[in-house]
């Protein structure tokens, strides 16, 4: 009985590390880090940039590596082009930009963050938002 009982929880243990291992690469979970910024997360190169344009901003955060972020990225380069002048849409990979993580308090990837024109967190959404979504969401902001 007892060697049963070591095969038994041996088996629970190997799967409960293969669900959190799982877990873990699908939701790619990127660890916080210090939160010394703006009052809304904003670092302070996007709000110097977007106080000069005026202008309404998207800030997207995510991996390359990362499934729906490869998803998004002709969304967003399309959306950089059709919100010429109307809007700002900032891609931020957070490879090669990790402590951006923790400024915008980044909990899952891919994430993205609007502002207002006046530099305001209006909106957070986390994992992958479609090309109508984020359109819809400008809308709301006054953006056409």
């Known amino acids: 009985m007892p060697k049963k009982l070591n ?3 041996i088996s629970i243990l190997i799967a409960l590390v293969v669900i ?3 877990f873990t690469s699908c939701s790619d979970q990127v660890e916080n880090g210090s939160k010394s910024e703006t009052a ?3 670092s302070s190169m996007d709000v110097k940039n977007q106080q000069v344009a005026k202008l309404p901003l998207l800030v997207d955060l995510g991996k390359g590596t990362c499934i729906p972020c490869k998803k ?3 969304i967003l380069d399309e959306l950089k082009t059709e919100y010429e002048g109307k809007a ?10 990790p402590k951006e993580a923790g400024r915008y308090g980044i909990r899952l990837i891919p994430t993205q963050i609007f502002f207002d024109a006046g530099g305001k967190e209006v909106f957070r959404h986390e994992g992958f938002m479609d090309k109508q979504s984020i359109k819809a969401k400008f809308a709301e902001m006054g953006v056409y």
Do not use: A, H, Y
């Open 88 to 97: 700002v849409v900032r891609i931020i990979d957070l490879r090669d930009e």
């Open 20 to 22: 959190l291992l799982l």
């Open 40 to 42: 809304s997360g904003q």
């Open 7 to 9: 095969v038994f929880l």
């Open 72 to 74: 998004m990225k002709p």
